[in-house]
């Protein structure tokens, strides 16, 4: 199926691009396949609405490298072009409906252990709950940390790699450029997904002190309690030494 099988050869339009997108994701349904779409967005406004997805695609077009290649990828997103996208572990996998369905494969770098024990260290103490990190409820101090282009948690060009089965030889097609920006999409329903692509793990950001001084306060007083060993136990399925 190509652009070629509209009768006027003209440039699809975007009724007819968001048409064949849907009928790429019905064939591959029924070849057996389970496809992940992102969605086709709104014509204006940003792709991306949570605190996370917004700073990958600021991320992103930051970058000079990306430049040129970037509106052409936020045109396919909103589009409904990116038929199937999946994350996992340093990977994203992507089919994207073009002139013909395109396959490709996005690798990203694990975070630097030691850029990761220097944001650990600055976090400590500083964010209240998962609740707070995974929503982006952040300080000033914390969201300046973790979105700094050098040392926070998103990667860099270099730090990303990406081949798609595409006839275009540009170091960055349309095809990953949209599936880019689709990544920042899945950040809006799963933020934890960013730490899975850096390969470190979310939770570390939060300290057992402050997980069980987040569970002793109440509402009414807020004032500090402490947990006996059985109920940190039970908790956190730990035991502690007396």
């Given at each position: 199926?190509?652009?070629?099988?509209?009768?006027?050869?003209?440039p699809p339009s975007v009724a007819q691009l968001r048409q064949q997108a849907e009928r790429r994701i019905e064939l591959l349904k029924a070849g057996?396949?389970?496809?992940?779409?992102?969605?086709?967005?709104?014509?204006?406004?940003?792709?991306?609405?949570?605190?996370?997805?917004?700073?990958?695609?600021?991320?992103?077009?930051?970058?000079?490298?990306?430049?040129?290649?970037?509106?052409?990828?936020?045109?396919?997103?909103?589009?409904?072009?990116?038929?199937?996208?999946?994350?996992?572990?340093?990977?994203?996998?992507a089919m994207v409906n073009g002139s013909e369905l395109y396959e490709l494969t996005v690798h990203i770098d694990a975070l630097d252990p030691e850029?990761?024990?220097?944001?650990?260290?600055?976090?400590?103490?500083?964010?209240?709950?998962?609740?707070?990190?995974?929503?982006?409820?952040?300080?000033?101090?914390?969201?300046?940390?973790?979105?700094?282009?050098?040392?926070?948690?998103?990667?860099?060009?270099?730090?990303?790699?990406?081949?798609?089965?595409?006839?275009?030889?540009?170091?960055?097609?349309?095809?990953?450029?949209?599936?880019?920006?689709?990544?920042?999409?899945?950040?809006?329903?799963?933020?934890?997904?960013?730490?899975?692509?850096?390969?470190?793990?979310?939770?570390?950001?939060?300290?057992?002190?402050?997980?069980?001084?987040?569970?002793?306060?109440?509402?009414?007083?807020?004032?500090?309690?402490?947990?006996d060993t059985d109920a940190v136990n039970d908790v956190f399925g730990i035991e502690l030494e007396d």
């Amino acid at each position: 199926m190509s652009w070629d099988e509209f009768s006027d050869h003209k440039p699809p339009s975007v009724a007819q691009l968001r048409q064949q997108a849907e009928r790429r994701i019905e064939l591959l349904k029924a070849g057996g396949h389970n496809p992940e779409p992102i969605p086709a967005g709104s014509r204006n406004g940003a792709i991306a609405k949570s605190f996370w997805g917004k700073a990958w695609c600021k991320h992103l077009e930051a970058f000079s490298d990306y430049e040129y290649r970037l509106p052409r990828g936020r045109s396919y997103v909103r589009n409904g072009a990116v038929v199937d996208l999946k994350i996992e572990p340093q990977t994203v996998t992507a089919m994207v409906n073009g002139s013909e369905l395109y396959e490709l494969t996005v690798h990203i770098d694990a975070l630097d252990p030691e850029k990761w024990a220097a944001i650990k260290a600055r976090c400590q103490g500083k964010i209240g709950s998962l609740v707070e990190l995974l929503k982006g409820k952040l300080s000033d101090e914390i969201m300046s940390l973790v979105m700094d282009s050098e040392e926070g948690l998103f990667p860099k060009p270099q730090e990303i790699h990406f081949n798609c089965n595409c006839p275009d030889w540009a170091d960055m097609c349309k095809h990953v450029a949209a599936s880019l920006y689709g990544v920042g999409v899945r950040l809006d329903e799963s933020p934890e997904l960013l730490f899975k692509l850096r390969g470190v793990d979310h939770t570390e950001l939060i300290t057992l002190d402050s997980a069980v001084s987040d569970l002793t306060k109440t509402k009414s007083s807020r004032r500090r309690r402490t947990l006996d060993t059985d109920a940190v136990n039970d908790v956190f399925g730990i035991e502690l030494e007396d």
